[in-house]
Every structure is written in C-alpha cells, then in structure tokens.
C-alpha cells in the first residue's frame, strides 16, 4: 500500500521500452492471452463505506492498440482471471459471493466466507457467468486452463491438498503421490506437468505427471540422504461424531517408540479460523518433534474451516470461538476416552494466531487442559479489529456487518480479556515485538489482566519476530520454550523450564 506500480511494455526488436498504464491506482497483470495481443489488467482501492469495503476495475487491454475495455467497475467482491487457451473466454477465482448468489451453496448460514474460493467460467461474448464449483467442496488454491482443454487446479480437499481436473462439466480427483501438493509447473506445448509433494512423514519429493494418463513418477528425492535413517511415528485418522451434520475431523500422531500400554501426556492443536491445520511436513508447528518428545499429538479442524464445503466454512462467520470452543472441549473428552493410552489429567492445548484466541479462549470456558500456549492470539477482538494489519479486513470473513458499537456480544462477551477472571487453565503467552498482523499488545493486555487476578500466566516476547518466528537462531529457543512449558505441566519437569526462565529476585 506505500508504493504504486504500473505496467509497461519491453518490445525485444526495437528495444523500446513503453508505459501502458498510468493514474493514482496500482495496476496488476491479471494474465496475457495465448497469441499474446490481449492483456487482463485490474485495480483496487478502499472503499470504507461499503461492505467488504474494497472495490475492483477489471480491463481488457488489446496490446497493438493499446485500446482498454472496462469488464467491471466498481466490483465489491474481488476476483482474479486467466484466459482459457482460445482466448474466447475467462476462467475466474473469486469467493462464493463473488457474482451474487450465483456460487453461493450456504445452507441457512446468511453470510458466506469468501475465503472459501470457488471457480467460475465467464464468456467474453455473451457475458454468461457459470458458476462451475457451487456443489463442489474442495477449495480452490491455484487453476491452470491447459491447451488439451482441461482445467487443473490445486485444491485444499479436508486437510490434504490435492489435485483435479475439470473436463465435460464434472471434477476428477487425479490420484498422484503425496498428501501435500506444494509446487505445480506446466509444460507449455506438452502434456507434461512436474510437482512437489510431501506427506506428514516425509519432506518434499518432485514428481512428473502425464496429463495424458495421469500417470505420476518420482523425479527426484533431494532430502532422501539425510531421512534414510530417521524413523517417525505412526499418524492415523480420527474422526469425531459432534452431533448430526457434524463430524469433526481429526488425525493424531504417536511417538516412534509407542507402547499402547503406556500412558501419554497429550498436545490439542487447532487453528479454529478459516483454513485447515493441513498434514505439512515440519513446518511452524513441527508434531513430529513433539511426538519425538514423548507426546501424544492430536489435531482436529473445527467448524469455520475451508475445504469441507461452504456451509461449514460459513459457519466462521459471527462465530468467533462459540461453536469451536465446545467442538474442541467435547472432541477432546471423546478423543482421550476413546484412548485408554492418553493420560487425562495430562492434555495441553495450543494455536496461534486466531488459533491464540482459541487457546485464550478456551481457557475460560473449560478446565480439562493442564495448560495452555498461545502465540500472537488476539485476547480483545476490537482492539485487533480496530489496530491489527488484517484487523477489518480479515473481519468482513469473520464477524461480517458486526462492529464493536453494534454487536457487545461478540467484541466483549467473546473476547478472552473482559473474561480474564474466568481463566482457568496455566497459559503461556508467546508474541514476537514486530507482529503487524496480530498487534504484540494483544498478549501484554491479557498478560497484565492476569498477573492482577493472580492466574498462572508467562509472557515471553521474540525480540523483532513478526507474525510468524522465522530466524533460525530464535526458533530454537521458540521451540524450546514451547516444549520446556509442555515438560513442565504435562511431565511435571519443571526443570527445564527453570533453567531457561530463572526466577529474578526483584
């Protein structure tokens, strides 16, 4: 937002170099159809007034003449376009809004969650608009319109990633390796694609795919040296029944060594937003590590999440912990009953981000955690709403016509801080200085709030991280101070924890 950026042309015979878009409004190439003389072309700006307070102008530029024709003015809901091979058509991405009702397939949810991204293909000639994933769950991360007429797109499919091909009106998974598909490049002129892929028990390998047969081929293995002698646990699937309509889904994973006779402190992870806790190799939250460390992992995806249709990805709307907060108590009473090797006195608990929140959240609401991480959660919605980076914006997804002079209910009943008093649970409070997402005084109000009520609560602050810990020195210690905690309350070996965190004698 501090810089401005236009087009221009770089013409290879002459060498010229011309300016193809000028004004106040940054101009993006959308995409440059296949004979190469017509460019997709779009703006944005705010617009503070209107809900989802953004607008967006789509152009049609012919190149040789540098003649512009306006698509669509003033778009409420944001979308991004590619040309289909012949260039008669556009195949669009955009959230379930984002052509009115057309794409929505909600249920008797009012607001749809425009994180949630479907596909449509529009006709430049006749301007029809066909809403082609309405009935299809998986969310689309990225489409590719194939010269051989077939539509690929990389999807968020439960909490895997996978692929499928669009042909004669229907979706077909294409079975290939790998639970994560991470990279796709597609041959121009061949019916040739190559990939990465990793799973939860292996890092990324790189595949071949013909797009003839669909017939996939390992390529390359670059970390199989350094993981040929490493064995990891067992990770299976679990899946929990919360009431009729809704099944939560779930997957745990066990140390190396597990002995079912044995009983095992337990990690709750969740994200409880709007995107899945995906089966990532490593990673921010590395649950091999955890499990190498004595630990029962389990990771479930609670009501709000993408991939599992748009009436469950709806239900993020208004939520903000209502529903998730009892999918997640009732999932883990179920999840450590059905379990006899989980020690229930022994379960913690952690997210970051709105996954923080959760935590924080859930800290009021229940006592069957021995304790509690959150990283850079948000303890008062309106204060993150009203400072956060992604405050409004990430709102119209969240807490959608709702504001903090209109809906107490959610901004102060909901938020973590005005229920400080009710927190139950031992927390730790992890945030880096510089997080522009989530705001570092999300944590200290909270931290503060505590300290008064005489609750069991750390703090501890990474010197100029940002949302995410990502120097290598510092997620050591991150990490560290993560599992030190866990040993803590759930191993009671608190010794760990005391030598990296001394008492002062203030």
């Known amino acids: ?121 529009y006709d430049l000639a006749t301007k029809k608009v ?6 299809f769950n998986p969310s689309v991360e990225e489409m590719t319109w194939h010269k051989n007429g077939n539509i690929y797109i990389k999807t968020t499919d439960a909490d895997f990633v996978h692929l499928y091909c669009y042909a004669d009106g229907k979706f077909t998974r294409i079975e290939c390796p790998g639970d994560m598909i991470l990279r796709t490049s597609f041959a121009s002129h061949a019916d040739r694609m ?61 140390p190396a060594d597990f002995d079912p006779a044995k009983k095992y402190p337990l990690i709750v992870y969740y994200y409880g937003g709007t ?47 209502k529903i998730t907060a009892d999918e997640i108590i009732a999932s883990t009473k179920a999840f450590a009953k059905a379990h006899p090797f989980i020690d229930a006195s022994k379960i913690g608990c952690m997210g970051a981000s709105y996954g923080g929140f959760t935590t924080e959240y859930l800290t009021t609401r229940t ?20 400072g956060g980076y992604w405050g409004y914006g990430y709102s119209t997804n969240a807490s959608a016509h ?25 927390i730790l409070l992890i945030h880096g200085t510089k997080d522009v997402n989530v705001p570092t005084n999300e944590s200290i109000q909270f931290y503060t709030a505590l300290k008064l009520l005489g609750k069991d609560v750390e703090l501890v602050l990474v010197k100029d991280a940002d949302h995410a810990v990502v120097d290598y020195n510092q997620r050591i210690l991150w990490n560290n101070t993560i599992l030190s905690y866990f040993a803590k309350y759930l191993k009671d070996q608190p010794a760990w924890w005391e030598h990296q965190f001394k008492e002062l004698n203030l």
């Not at 810089?3 to 013409?11: A, G």
């Not at 993981?227 to 009729?244: A, L, S």
Request: glycine content about 8%; aromatic content about 16%.
């Open 1 to 121: 937002f501090r810089n401005r950026s236009y087009l221009c042309k770089y013409d290879f015979a002459t060498g010229l170099h011309s300016r193809l878009t000028w004004g106040n409004l940054s101009t993006s190439l959308m995409d440059i159809s296949a004979d190469g003389k017509k460019l997709l072309i779009s703006t944005s700006r705010p617009a503070y007034t209107e809900y989802p307070y953004n607008k967006q102008d789509i152009y049609l530029m012919d190149i040789t003449t540098q003649q512009l024709d306006t698509l669509w003015k003033d778009r409420l809901y944001s979308i991004s376009c590619t040309f289909s091979p012949d260039g008669k058509k556009l195949l669009i991405s955009g959230g379930p809004s984002a052509f009115g009702k057309l794409g929505e397939n909600i249920g008797k949810n009012q607001i749809a969650n425009q994180y949630d991204t479907q596909l449509y293909i």
């Open 130 to 135: 066909d809403a082609i994933t309405r009935d």
């Open 367 to 386: 006592d069957i955690f021995a304790c509690a991480i959150s990283h850079a959660g948000i303890s008062s919605i309106s204060s993150y709403w009203g």
């Open 194 to 254: 190559m990939y990465t892929a990793s799973n939860t028990d292996y890092p990324p390998r790189i595949y071949t795919l013909n797009l003839t047969d669909n017939q996939a081929a390992l390529w390359a293995d670059p970390n199989e040296e350094q993981y040929r002698n490493i064995v990891f646990g067992e990770m299976k699937d679990w899946d929990y029944e919360y009431k009729k309509g809704t099944v939560i889904d779930g997957r745990y994973y066990l």
């Open 275 to 321: 995107t899945p806790v995906s089966r990532s190799f490593g990673g921010r939250w590395p649950f091999n590590l955890y499990t190498a460390n004595g630990y029962v992992v389990y990771v479930l995806q609670p009501s709000g999440t993408i991939g599992y249709g748009q009436e469950f990805s709806a239900r993020h709307q208004n939520n903000w912990g």
């Open 402 to 426: 709702a504001f903090p002079w209109n809906r107490k209910d959610i901004y102060v009943d909901q938020s973590p801080l005005f229920n400080a008093d009710q927190v139950k649970v031992p």
